[in-house]
């Protein structure tokens, strides 16, 4: 699968892709930051590294979050 077909396939109340090569699990999800630049940095459960939603899905991120 391509990351762009994938996302078709999951549920987009669960799923959203963050950034060209990252789709993230809301349900995963321990810890909101802001990031420089209009982005976020997101902390996942059980996993060492911080992700960064892209400039251009931030607003879209947030709008998913809090729905």
Request: charged letters at 30%; proline letters at 1%.
């Amino acid at each position: 699968y391509k990351l762009s077909d994938l996302i078709l396939e999951l549920n987009p109340k669960k799923f959203f892709q963050i950034n060209r090569s990252e789709i993230i699990n809301i349900h995963y999800i321990d810890r909101i930051e802001s990031y420089f630049g209009d982005r976020l940095a997101i902390k996942v459960k059980n996993y060492k590294t911080t992700l960064i939603t892209s400039a251009a899905v931030t607003s879209d991120f947030r709008k998913w979050i809090e729905s």
